[in-house]
């Protein structure tokens, strides 16, 4: 192993949580890009993502439960051309058209005007220079009230997380809203996760105190990546999420070994 890891230039939510969840983790799926394969559920959120992404480009009136019907279908046919789906085992695939299908109209269950929805963009990828360090994500939905202020929305497929665990869980939203305050110089008037499988949702209003501290929080995860790859001190934390880890074979704190990392990691290069 070397005695220094190279830093990476940007940074994303999921990435970030990453690290603050698994510094181990971070550097062998970031920086050593050790594959991580996929999964059943992963997979069928991006197909049910593709789907509502269609439907929020609809002009309002036409964001019909029927309408959504043909985009889901449509969504399963262009899922299954993808690597990450034909990776898949039987077992994965189990249900997987039938929870498509299932899961998908539940967003008109919540509590979101779907059809009034001022739509202002889906989908967008954005880049933001925070202090030399670039910010990168896509925003699911961004809604612009005129009388209110933008919104960041974000589909979740899998399960709400318990009360005490949401705000670990907005932390992606946090880096959202950063994100708009750089894009449109203005705080946006609320964040929110929506977990169209429980038909439940998770909301916030940031403010220009809340915003500022997540930019300091990020600059803080900054440093200590840097400190990390200069000192190659990228520590294993330990938790009951170890069990569904796909580094776990390979951790150090499991008995694993890290020549086998590289080894796969150059298998796949």
């Known amino acids: 192993m070397p005695e220094a890891w190279t830093m990476p230039n940007s940074i994303s939510p999921s ?3 990453l690290f603050l969840q698994c510094p181990f983790k971070f550097r062998v799926e970031t920086i050593q890009k050790m594959p991580s394969g996929t999964n059943g559920a992963a997979v069928a ?13 609809l002009p309002g ?3 019909t439960p029927e309408a959504l019907k043909p985009l889901v279908e449509q969504a399963l046919v ?10 898949l085992t039987p077992d994965q695939l189990k249900d997987f058209d039938a929870k498509c299908r299932r899961v998908t109209p539940r967003a008109f269950e919540m509590n979101l005007d779907v059809e009034g929805m ?22 699911d939905l961004l809604e612009d009230r005129p009388d209110f202020g933008r919104i960041v929305w974000d589909w979740k497929s899998g399960k709400a997380p318990w009360a005490k665990y949401e705000d670990k869980a907005l932390l992606g939203l946090e880096f959202y809203a950063v994100a708009v305050k750089h894009l449109f110089d203005a705080i946006p008037a609320g964040v929110g996760l929506l977990y169209i499988a429980e038909r439940k949702s998770i909301k916030r209003v940031p403010t ?20 990390a790859c200069d000192t190659d001190s990228f520590r294993c934390s330990t938790s009951k999420l170890c069990d569904w880890c796909a580094v776990k074979p390979y951790c150090p704190a499991h008995g694993g070994s890290e020549d086998a990392i590289q080894a796969l990691v150059d298998l796949s290069s």
């Open 118 to 139: 001022n739509v202002e963009s889906t989908e967008m990828r954005f880049e933001v220079d925070l202090d030399g360090w670039i910010l990168r994500g896509i925003i």
């Open 15 to 17: 990435r970030m949580g």
């Open 45 to 57: 959120g991006t197909a049910m993502h593709a789907a509502l992404e269609e439907l929020m480009k």
């Open 78 to 87: 262009d899922i299954k051309e993808t690597d990450d789906y034909k990776s």
């Open 61 to 63: 009136p036409e964001r």
């Open 208 to 227: 220009a105190k809340t915003v500022e501290a997540t930019e300091r929080k990020i600059l803080a995860v900054r440093d200590s990546i840097q400190k």
